[in-house]
């Protein structure tokens, strides 16, 4: 048994202090955040587990109070699957949306290729809460690159002429992947590596 032991807590610990384990956090770059976008760093986290082999950080950006983007930063010993990134996606969005009291429906997804050169998958919701309504994405992929595993989730309440232009402004790709909306948006320009 100590034969066995041994060499295995080496290798654990020639791992974590070889750097394999550090984040690289995916962001959105500044010159993106125009048009009243910030990045909010009082609301972003950070944090391990597993004895310091999962590593994860969220990322928070903000236009006034009609839209957000999450971008959370996953470092584990293997990357997540883009199937289980998307379902772990659709989950926070549910209970967050629950939390808000905002009804949901699923209207669409797909896949698209980012700035970064990833192919991502996305998912796309409606919500209203009675009085508003909601534009809902939560998009993810992985980054071999940096070995991260990476979770976005935006929402604008688009009965707000703002609101409308925040939507545009976070899905917008060269090729109108979402919506037909064509330009450089803060996801499509994340980057991760």
């Given at each position: 048994m100590r034969r066995i032991f041994v060499p295995l807590v080496l290798v654990i610990f020639a791992v974590?202090?070889?750097?394999?384990?550090?984040?690289?956090?995916?962001?959105v770059p500044d010159y993106i955040l125009k048009n009243g976008w910030r990045e909010n760093t009082e609301k972003e986290e950070r944090g391990t587990g597993l004895f310091g082999f999962e590593k994860w950080s969220i990322k928070v950006y903000e236009k006034s109070d009609v839209a957000w983007l999450t971008i959370t930063t996953l470092k584990t010993l293997f990357l997540y699957e883009k199937k289980k990134l998307l379902d772990m996606v659709v989950k926070s969005i549910e209970r967050e949306c629950k939390d808000k009291e905002i009804q949901l429906e699923e209207v669409g997804g797909g896949s698209r290729e980012l700035m970064n050169g990833h192919k991502s998958k996305f998912v796309l919701f409606n919500g209203t809460d009675g009085e508003n309504r909601y534009k809902i994405i939560g998009e993810v992929w992985a980054c071999a690159q940096s070995g991260t595993s990476i979770m976005c989730i935006g929402m604008a309440k688009v009965s707000e002429i703002e609101g409308l232009v925040a939507w545009k402004e976070l899905v917008r790709d060269p090729n109108g992947s979402i919506e037909g909306l064509k330009g450089?948006?803060?996801i499509y320009c994340a980057k991760c590596h």
């Open positions: 974590s202090a070889s750097g394999c384990l550090s984040l690289r956090e995916a962001y450089e948006g803060l």
